[in-house]
């Protein structure tokens, strides 16, 4: 079964910068919006950022203008570059891709950004 395989989480001080990949497992035709969620302990899983197959985003008010969020489609990989850290984007990431058919989620990877 394809999945989407996320990299680049990792221990980071506030301030600091990582930056996050997705990539399916297997070639995945006609995948439409792709995106990042989070989900930090004790809470529920929410949008970071989107972007749509034609390049449009959207972001959550809290990451606006510290993160961005881009794709490339001939390898239907999406990124989401995160600078200006901060204590409380500490959770874990999930890649999320829309394709035809059904929606692809990836494994997750931590963040977690020391004060």
């Known amino acids: 079964q394809v999945q989407l395989v996320e990299s680049g989480g990792g221990l980071v001080q506030a301030g600091g910068s990582l930056r996050l990949s997705c990539a399916p497992s297997?070639?995945?035709?006609?995948?439409?919006?792709m995106g990042w969620y989070r989900q930090a302990p004790g809470k529920q899983r929410e949008l970071v950022a989107s972007?749509?197959?034609?390049?449009?985003?959207n972001y959550a008010d809290s990451v606006k203008g510290r993160f961005t969020i881009s794709r490339d489609n001939a390898k239907n990989t999406v990124y989401l570059q995160m600078n200006s850290l901060k204590p409380e984007d500490t959770a874990v990431y999930y890649c999320?891709?829309?394709?035809?058919?059904?929606?692809?989620w990836g494994q997750g990877t931590q963040v977690t950004v020391s004060s």
């Open positions: 297997a070639t995945i035709f006609n995948i439409n919006a």
């Open positions: 972007i749509t197959r034609g390049g449009w985003t």
């Open positions: 999320n891709a829309e394709g035809s058919y059904r929606v692809y």
